[in-house]
C-alpha cells in the first residue's frame, strides 16, 4: 500500500516500465523485435538478441546513459535503479552453448498459441541464420503455461552457473 501523498514513479515517468521491459530491445535490435498488435492494441511481443554479451555492451554505452538522462537520480524512485538491475548477467557456460537470448510476452486471453508459437519460429530462424547456436530466454517457475509452450518447443532447464542470483528460470534451446 502506497503512503498518502507518495506518487508511483509509472505516473511521473509513463515509459518508465516500457523503457526497462522492451526499450533497448526494440532500439538495438529491431531486427529481431516483433510487436503483436489487435484490434484493442499491443497484446505481445517476441523480441531476440542475436549476441549477449554485444548487446550488453551496446546498452551500457548507449542505451544505460540515455536513461539515466531521460530518468535523472534525484526523482528518488527506486524503479530507476531497476533499469541497469535488468541488464542480467549469464555465466560463460550459459553463452557458450546459447549465445542469443529472447523475451516472449503475450496475453494469453487475447494472442491465440499459434500466432505465438509462429512469431517464435521465425525468430529462431531468423536467430540461426545469423549466425546463433542457440538461444535462452528467462521465465518465472510460476509461470506454468509458457513453461509448457516453451517446453513443447525444445526449451530446456539450463544451469544458470555463476551468474548472480535471480528469480527466473532459464531455459534454453539449440539452433
Not at 503512503?3 to 529481431?32: K, N
Not at 531521460?70 to 538491475?85: F, I, R, S, V, W
Not at 550459459?94 to 529472447?102: A, D, E, R, T, W
Request: charged content about 20%.
Amino acid at each position: 500500500q502506497r503512503a498518502q501523498g507518495s506518487t508511483d514513479s509509472s505516473t511521473i515517468h509513463p515509459d518508465l516500465i516500457g523503457d526497462r521491459c522492451v526499450g533497448p530491445w526494440l532500439a538495438l535490435c529491431p531486427e529481431y523485435s516483433v510487436v503483436l498488435e489487435d484490434e484493442l492494441g499491443v497484446c505481445g511481443c517476441v523480441l531476440g538478441v542475436v549476441d549477449v554479451r554485444s548487446f550488453a555492451k551496446r546498452c551500457q554505452a548507449c542505451w544505460m546513459p540515455a536513461m539515466r538522462d531521460k530518468y535523472p537520480a534525484c526523482t528518488g524512485h527506486a524503479n530507476t535503479q531497476q533499469l541497469e538491475d535488468d541488464q542480467g548477467e549469464y555465466h560463460d557456460s550459459i553463452l557458450y552453448h546459447f549465445p542469443s537470448q529472447l523475451q516472449l510476452d503475450a496475453l494469453p486471453d487475447l494472442v491465440d498459441v499459434s500466432v505465438t508459437r509462429c512469431l517464435l519460429t521465425a525468430l529462431l530462424t531468423a536467430l540461426k541464420a545469423n549466425g546463433s547456436q542457440g538461444v535462452f530466454c528467462e521465465i518465472q517457475p510460476t509461470d506454468r503455461m509458457r513453461l509448457e509452450f516453451l517446453t513443447k518447443l525444445g526449451f530446456l532447464e539450463i544451469p544458470r552457473g555463476d551468474a548472480r542470483h535471480r528469480e527466473g528460470m532459464v531455459l534454453g534451446r539449440l539452433l
